[in-house]
């Protein structure tokens, strides 16, 4: 029977440097696949620099994870580590810097505290969203300030937002949003939009949307959760106060593929050009959850692709094992 270790490791700690699964990445992706390689009795070890569970950790309340009707993002990223400690997994707080490949089944990633070695390595990192970088922006996510809004729209049902951006992401979202919400600010610095123009015909279309242009966001307000946002006229200079509930920020994601841009294809924006399989045009090398290039960037999606990438990565290892690697 496997072994079951609960125990995390902290940098600086002494562990073990040979294993055949490395995933680096602790959020819903990575540790699907923890769980899915555990039940493949592999020895998997997963990487996280900051918190395990990712962007769930900093979501106030997930509604729409099949089965669960409800549950702080929080404490659904403690389940999912819980869930892949009883399976083995072990996890180290530690960056991984550079992963290079040295053969067929040997994968050696530097991080900050040291050396690993494993047969095969998936990259669940996911991707960022890009932040206005205000005052009070930090603070109040999850309390008000979102990135996501078919994670956190519904929670504002029948209340005031505001989205922030230009793009097609802010529109699409702005779209979603106002079927929810009583009114809607749609906040951009410029009078022109990037987004289709049918996204932006659309919402001038809905009544309860008001568009505020040439202004810029300078200070999220409030006090144990958002109240308003201090704004900046990008002509004038003249600021002003607009009262909310909540806002959505959409000024674009960073895919946190840097480490892997030479192993893997990248779109444009630096996103992973892989299909469903997770593979990667290095063999043995998957890459799992939002920093993939994929139409819909959600924890279902991403524990998905976790699964996926822990069986192509056992599919891998029985290969190269069966080549007496």
């Known amino acids: 029977m496997l072994e079951i270790k609960l125990e995390d490791i902290s940098a600086g700690e002494e562990v073990e440097r040979e294993w055949d699964v490395a995933i680096v990445g602790g959020g819903p992706a990575g540790l699907t696949a923890a769980i899915y390689t555990g039940r493949s009795m592999l020895r998997t070890v997963v990487f996280e620099k900051l918190a395990v569970g990712g962007q769930i950790t900093v979501t106030d309340e997930v509604d729409n994870y099949p089965g669960v009707e409800s549950v702080k993002g929080p404490e659904l990223a403690k389940l999912m580590e819980k869930h892949a400690k009883k399976f083995g997994a072990r996890i180290v707080f530690a960056e991984v810097l550079r992963i290079r490949k040295e053969g067929e089944g040997r994968f050696v990633l530097e991080t900050t505290d040291g050396e690993f070695r494993a047969k095969a390595v998936i990259w669940a990192t996911g991707a960022e969203p890009r932040k206005l970088g205000v005052p009070g922006e930090r603070e109040f996510t999850g309390r008000g300030v979102s990135y996501c809004a078919v994670c956190d729209g519904p929670f504002f049902k029948g209340r005031t937002v505001a989205v922030i951006g230009g793009g097609d992401s802010a529109f699409t979202e702005g779209l979603y949003l106002s079927g929810l919400v009583a009114k809607l600010y ?140």
């Open 186 to 325: 749609l906040i951009h610095r410029r009078e022109q939009f990037r987004a289709q123009k049918i996204y932006v015909e659309q919402l001038r279309s809905k009544p309860n949307v008001e568009f505020l242009l040439n202004k810029v966001v300078v200070e999220f307000v409030g006090d144990n959760v958002l109240k308003a946002l201090r704004l900046k006229d990008t002509k004038t200079g003249e600021e002003s106060t607009v009262e909310v509930d909540g806002a959505f920020v959409y000024i674009g994601l960073r895919p946190v593929n840097d480490v892997v841009k030479d192993l893997v294809e990248l779109d444009e924006r630096g996103f992973a050009l892989v299909g469903e399989d997770t593979k990667t045009k290095t063999p043995g090398l998957f890459v799992a959850g939002d920093g993939r290039a994929k139409p819909l960037r959600q924890i279902v999606t991403a524990v998905s692709d976790g699964a996926v990438a822990a069986m192509m990565a056992d599919e891998y290892i029985r290969e190269i094992s069966s080549h007496g690697t």
